[in-house]
């Protein structure tokens, strides 16, 4: 069994993606059973129904009702009470049957699942035996069009990493239909080229930020944090198969925490 956490700022695109997946794998791999699990108490409308939902347990929209909480207390209420119910969630899971994927989607306020515990938590308790896990971490085309972007999204997905201890990263450019594609190949030449990032942020950025972003950006190339960025539009489903083919490898080449 093989988990996979898709996870990325507010809107970067990862219920999008995890339907796209879902249907791709779906529809390509029918062999391959897969399940998927919403962990976002609060969202409203999924473009794909999921076969597990937090809602079920824990809803943003009851706690407020019964609190009178604001929408942001709820949210971290919500987030923490997830803790509560690991035990039912792998209930589910076993009903599936031993599925051989099941991608798990993430809620916005990536700072709430990631850095307090429940997302950590989960990702151990659901982490047993053989089962090998992942993140899938989106980057989204219109945070990463400058330099400063970039490094703003690179210091997300570290701490991500941080958090989630270094399991395996699968890092990718989301919305890649709203950039031109003399954008989105100088974006990625940034994360395949340690020196472009550095190049790009002496040439972009000005002044005292530039000295900030040029020290940052030295940091991350020396962690190994800048890695390839993989180009999809989950919306059109263009390079869909390109990331089921990376999510495949992490099966066989689990050596590396950045992909
Ligand atoms: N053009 C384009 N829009 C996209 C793509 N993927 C997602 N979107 C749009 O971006 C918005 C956010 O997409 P979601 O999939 O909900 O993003 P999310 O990360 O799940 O959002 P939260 O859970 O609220 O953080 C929606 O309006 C999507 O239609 C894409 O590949 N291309
Ligand atoms: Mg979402």
């Known amino acids: 069994m ?7 700022p507010a809107g970067s695109g990862k219920s999008t993606l995890t339907k796209a997946l879902l249907d791709y794998i779906r529809a ?10 919403n962990l976002d108490p609060a969202v409203q409308q999924l473009p794909y129904t999921p076969d597990i939902d937090i809602q079920d347990y824990v809803s943003v ?28 969630l792998k209930y589910e899971i076993d009903q599936y049957n031993d599925p051989e994927i099941i991608l798990v989607d993430t ?6 699942f990631s850095f307090r515990n ?19 971490f989106c980057y989204d ?58 190049d790009a942020i002496e040439t972009l950025e000005h002044g005292i930020l530039r000295e900030y972003t040029v020290a940052l950006g030295r940091a991350f190339v020396e962690f190994g944090a800048v890695s390839e960025l993989l180009p999809v539009s989950a919306k059109y489903n263009e390079g869909v198969d390109m990331v089921w083919g990376k999510i495949q490898q992490i099966v066989n080449d689990d050596t590396s925490p950045y992909y």
């Open 61 to 88: 929209q009851e706690i407020i009702d019964k609190t009178g909480l604001g929408p942001n207390g709820a949210m971290i209420a919500a987030t923490d009470k997830m803790i509560d119910y690991i035990e039912d």
């Open 118 to 136: 429940s997302g950590p938590m989960i990702a151990n308790a659901l982490g047993f035996g053989s089962v090998q896990r992942g993140i899938i």
């Open 107 to 112: 809620p916005g306020q990536l700072e709430l």
């Open 141 to 198: 085309s219109l945070l990463c069009g400058t330099p400063n972007g970039m490094i703003s999204t690179l210091l997300l997905a570290s701490s991500v990493g941080f958090r989630f201890a270094n399991l395996p990263q699968l890092n990718l450019l989301t919305k890649k239909d709203l950039l031109s594609e003399e954008k989105t190949n100088r974006i990625l030449s940034w994360m395949e080229d340690d020196f472009a990032l550095l």
């Open 2 to 8: 093989q988990i996979q956490y898709i996870i990325g």
């Open 28 to 37: 390509y791999n029918q062999s391959i059973s897969v399940i998927s699990i």
